[in-house]
């Protein structure tokens, strides 16, 4: 198996230290399904904060959701309210949220008029999904089922939140996209956060493809190799 950056381990370590906070949002009576509304409520707010050039506000809000996302699966677990319709709903949501703060950058490059931004956030965005489908698609015709897929690849969820997160962070740090100005006859990107923002996009971009690549040797090494060799099926998406 082609490992993660975020080993099973650390999942783990991670989910128990979120587990007190979660059973303190079951107190509140919050159910699973209303953190995962949540948590895509925060997504929502992080891109629009990026809309608007507010990069550090954006980035913070990236992380803040990240963990809240770990809310919602530990309650249902401890409570035992763990169900379909909340895995599914969380997967949506998780992917829309991702989905919204790509849709922000993207905004934001281009009424800055910063092209390399737009095409970047874009296609980090197509990237992304691209790793979560070859996820559903294989765990749907019965390939490593369970969550053994997210263990496939170098750049999961979580590592692609924290180089968009850090991307943001740098991006405003050094001034944000807004038009450069001309200095002396030449035009001075470097003191603003476009190269910033668009190395952060293009690192999750060439990260993201190579796990769905990854993702689909692994289910190539499962298959028969009557399949691989004479594939059939009806080929529909």
Do not use: C
Not at 11 to 40: D, E, Q, S, Y
Request: charge should be positive.
């Amino acid at each position: 198996m082609i490992g993660s950056l975020v080993s099973p381990a650390l999942r783990a370590r991670v989910r128990g230290l979120a587990l007190p906070i979660a059973l303190a949002f079951g107190r509140l009576g919050l159910t699973p399904n209303m953190l995962t509304v949540i948590g895509f409520g925060i997504s929502v707010a992080a891109a629009v904060a990026a809309g608007f050039g507010a990069w550090v506000v954006a980035a913070l809000l990236v992380i803040f959701g990240g963990v809240f996302d770990l809310f919602d699966g530990a309650l249902a677990r401890a409570t035992n309210r763990v169900s379909r319709l909340g895995a599914f709903l969380d997967s949506v949501f998780d992917r829309a949220g991702e989905a919204v703060v790509y849709i922000g950058i993207v905004g934001a490059s281009q009424a800055a008029g910063f092209s390399a931004g737009t095409l970047l956030g874009a296609a980090a965005m197509a990237a992304s999904f691209m790793v979560s489908y070859t996820r559903a698609k294989s765990e749907s015709l019965g390939f490593t089922p369970g969550t053994k897929m997210a263990n496939v690849g170098i750049a999961p969820r979580e590592v692609r939140m924290v180089i968009v997160t850090v991307g943001l962070l740098l991006t405003g740090a050094l001034g944000g996209i807004v038009r450069p100005v001309t200095v002396y006859g030449a035009v001075d990107y470097w003191w603003a956060g476009r190269p910033a923002l668009a190395v952060s996009l293009a690192l999750i971009t060439i990260l993201a493809t190579i796990t769905t690549i990854q993702r689909i040797v692994h289910v190539m090494r499962q298959s028969p190799p009557e399949e691989i060799d004479n594939p059939g099926g009806d080929h529909q998406p």
